[in-house]
């Protein structure tokens, strides 16, 4: 019986995991309540210490779930597009190549607002990097006005598992060509998407 999904769609790096949640770090946050799950997508915030922290509002129905050991999944989503077999120097059929990192953790809600106005000014200092147009003052009054509509918490990550399918199955020439397209059509279809909505 073949092993899914495929050993070399994985990615066991840890490293390269972390690059995926430091470069696209718009999580997918879920957790489960009376077996229904309750979905968000929040930006996650790598540490260093195998955890993430985030922020969460107090009205989401979600925030109740944020503390406590409460277990959740994290989904932090790469690069993605079709594979036509037309890219490929061999016959192939049709696929889809993708970059995502599921993550399996713990939270605990982490209760100090001094804690938290100093997270979401160290939030804005990883988002607004390398040029640091704008940065978050401790003593932003519009900041510190929602303080106590935020609610802080962190995850430890118990978890770890890379999906890097990459067409890493087919020659060399193919894998590149594929590699090229999803840089090509990654750039092209926001573009087209945009134009379509906004």
Same mark, same amino acid.
């Given at each position: %019986? %073949?092993?899914?999904?495929?050993?070399?769609?994985? @990615? @066991?790096?840890?490293?390269?995991?972390?690059?995926?949640?430091? &470069?696209?770090?718009?999580?997918?946050?879920?957790?489960?309540?009376?077996?229904?799950?309750?979905?968000?997508?929040?930006?996650?915030?790598?540490?260093?210490?195998?955890? =993430?922290?985030?922020?969460?509002?107090?009205?989401?129905?979600?925030? @109740?779930? %944020?503390?406590?050991?409460?277990?959740?999944?994290?989904?932090?989503?790469?690069?993605?597009?079709?594979?036509?077999?037309?890219?490929? &120097? &061999?016959?192939?059929?049709? &696929?889809?190549?993708?970059?995502?990192?599921?993550?399996?953790?713990?939270?605990?809600?982490?209760?100090? +607002?001094?804690?938290?106005?100093?997270? =979401?000014?160290?939030?804005?200092?990883?988002?607004?990097?390398?040029?640091?147009?704008?940065?978050?003052?401790?003593?932003?009054?519009?900041?510190?006005?929602?303080?106590?509509?935020?609610? %802080?918490?962190?995850?430890?990550?118990? @978890?770890?598992?890379?999906?890097?399918?990459?067409?890493?199955? +087919?020659?060399?020439?193919?894998?590149?060509?594929?590699?090229?397209?999803?840089?090509?059509?990654?750039?092209?279809?926001?573009?087209?998407?945009?134009? +379509?909505?906004?």
């Amino acid at each position: %019986m %073949m092993k899914y999904p495929p050993k070399h769609h994985q @990615d @066991d790096n840890i490293n390269h995991m972390i690059d995926v949640i430091k &470069t696209y770090p718009l999580a997918t946050v879920i957790s489960v309540k009376d077996n229904k799950p309750l979905i968000t997508h929040l930006p996650l915030i790598y540490n260093h210490e195998e955890k =993430l922290i985030g922020h969460i509002d107090i009205y989401n129905p979600q925030a @109740d779930l %944020m503390r406590d050991n409460n277990e959740v999944t994290i989904i932090f989503s790469g690069p993605q597009c079709y594979i036509s077999p037309s890219v490929y &120097t &061999t016959t192939q059929l049709p &696929t889809w190549n993708y970059i995502k990192v599921h993550l399996k953790g713990t939270v605990k809600r982490i209760e100090s +607002k001094e804690a938290l106005k100093q997270s =979401l000014i160290e939030m804005t200092e990883f988002l607004e990097a390398p040029d640091h147009k704008y940065v978050l003052d401790a003593d932003n009054q519009r900041m510190i006005g929602n303080l106590n509509y935020i609610e %802080m918490f962190e995850i430890t990550i118990t @978890d770890w598992e890379g999906k890097f399918k990459l067409s890493q199955d +087919k020659k060399a020439k193919d894998t590149e060509n594929a590699r090229a397209e999803l840089i090509r059509a990654n750039q092209e279809s926001i573009k087209v998407f945009l134009d +379509k909505v906004f």
